[in-house]
């Protein structure tokens, strides 16, 4: 039985040795940006394009790719996805992807979640998050602020507007014929 429980033992500290965590960083220099317009009209497409650029450790064997979703914050639904191919070789890398989403038909700021991700074929762990990013998109004109309206704040000011009139007229110095 001790032999037995020494194996295992032994086994799981080469695996953790050999074997690389799954979440080990694969790209060790990349950066994604976005383009995309501020504002949008009602109902309208609307095109997001992600470029991601960088160099990734590949060794010729897995296949790499790109892929792009864009989420609606106020649902979690899943607007767009898009890929681009990278290939075999991931050592330098400059792929844009490119998605279009329709606006909604209401006059809002719309926010969007961009994920960005690294797809590799073959790998334990095949999809690695590279960046999230929250847009907002303004669809429509831009809102005038609203003020809501209080009956009685408006009854005070109306009040207060007569009061001051009258207090003005009464004065001497403002009487006409003195």
């Not at 160099?55 to 681009?84: K, Q």
């Not at 990278?86 to 209401?106: E, R």
């Not at 960005?116 to 999230?132: D, E, F, M, V, W």
Request: net charge neutral.
């Amino acid at each position: 039985m001790k032999a037995i429980v020494g194996i295992l033992v032994a086994t799981i500290i080469l695996l953790i040795a050999v074997v690389p965590p799954a979440n080990a960083s694969l790209c060790q220099k990349i950066g994604v940006s976005f383009a995309y317009p501020r504002q949008a009209a009602e109902g309208q497409p609307v095109p997001v394009s992600a470029t991601v650029a960088g160099s990734c450790v590949s060794d010729g064997e897995d296949y790499f790719a790109v892929r792009v979703d864009l989420i609606d914050n106020s649902t979690g639904a899943t607007l767009s996805s898009n890929s681009s191919p990278i290939g075999y070789n991931a050592n330098n890398i400059s792929i844009v992807v490119n998605n279009t989403v329709v606006a909604p038909k209401t006059n809002q700021s719309w926010p969007v979640t961009i994920d960005a991700y690294l797809i590799q074929a073959g790998a334990l762990s095949g999809r690695y998050l590279l960046n999230a990013t929250t847009i907002t998109i303004q669809v429509g004109d831009t809102p005038l602020p609203e003020i809501p309206f209080n009956p009685t704040l408006a009854l005070v000011m109306v009040l207060m507007a007569a009061t001051c009139l009258l207090m003005w007229k009464k004065r001497p110095e403002n009487q006409l014929g003195r």
